[in-house]
């Protein structure tokens, strides 16, 4: 989209493999179809492996070069520098295109935070594809990209329209705000709990030494990554002031994380049995109607 959840009673060998993931979603969590006995850090639903790191990083990959991750780290903050500065500057001139460039800073910060999180507490699996900025399908793309001309156009062609009253439009930008800052959060804070057991692959054989852990973030939410993500992404558009967007995010966002929670607890049952079932009675998902 990790505190309060190491989850691991399972066992995982050292092999792994890439996972095929919905286009919408970041590559964090279980794959769609897993084997039976397949497991990963699932949505911040971590297996601890304190002896043995899950990857490693091979600097004869060129994916994995430290060439690329500068180049990709340096393309980030560049851009993350550069919006911050033409958004202050658009905004202390009343201009509403301030979004924007308000827009680019978060996706910069975002996937930035995915590589740094990564390589802070789990530097084994830091490679360049742990950036995610290529990793989360074609969707992914297009829907941040619908955002972008959806909030551009709209504001451009109708500079003065304002769908909300001038009572409503600061406490609308502050919820949007409040949202992106909680997802975030969120989401960065469950992925250093799991430390070396969130990875961006998912591990396939269950390996002994695991338990269920049930403290941090984990002790509120059962499925932090999911949680930051959704309501990243929605504050997202509520900042940029799109209407559409706002609506198809909401629907694909719930939708993939309902199917998705579904599989992966029905794993998470047949791996912990009446314990995780004891947790999920004292957790929530934290996602409307979920």
Not at 270 to 280: A, I, K, N, P
Request: net charge neutral.
């Amino acid at each position: 989209m990790a505190s309060a959840i190491s989850t691991s009673a399972l066992e995982l060998d050292h092999t792994t493999r890439p996972m095929q993931l919905p286009s919408w979603e970041p590559r964090t969590d279980h794959a769609d179809d897993p084997p039976p006995q397949a497991n990963g850090h699932a949505n911040g639903h971590a297996f601890s492996t304190p002896s043995t790191p899950s990857s490693s990083i091979s600097q004869s990959d060129p994916d994995n070069s430290f060439a690329a991750i500068s180049l990709n780290a340096f393309v980030l903050g560049a851009t993350l520098n550069s919006s911050l500065l033409i958004t202050i500057y658009l905004a202390y001139n009343g201009n509403p295109l301030w979004r924007l460039p308000f827009f680019l800073a978060s996706l910069s910060l975002f996937h930035f935070l995915e590589y740094y999180t990564t390589a802070r507490y789990n530097p084994t699996a830091a490679g360049v594809n742990a950036f995610l900025l290529s990793q989360n399908g074609w969707a992914y793309n297009v829907a941040h990209t619908t955002a972008f001309l959806e909030c551009g156009l709209h504001w451009y062609f109708y500079p003065g329209y304002e769908p909300l009253s001038d009572s409503l439009r600061l406490p609308w930008l502050v919820l949007g705000f409040t949202m992106l800052v909680v997802g975030q959060t969120t989401r960065t804070t469950a992925m250093a709990h799991a430390g070396s057991n969130f990875n961006h692959l998912v591990q396939s054989k269950k390996k002994e030494g695991h338990e269920l852990v049930t403290d941090g973030v984990y002790a509120w939410l059962r499925h932090p990554s999911y949680f930051g993500f959704f309501w990243w992404g929605l504050g997202t558009q509520v900042v940029l002031g799109n209407g559409i967007c706002l609506v198809a995010y909401k629907i694909a966002l719930w939708r993939l994380f309902r199917h998705r929670i579904e599989k992966e607890e029905h794993l998470l049952v047949h791996f912990f049995g009446y314990d995780y079932l004891r947790y999920r009675e004292k957790t929530r998902i934290g996602i409307p109607f979920l």
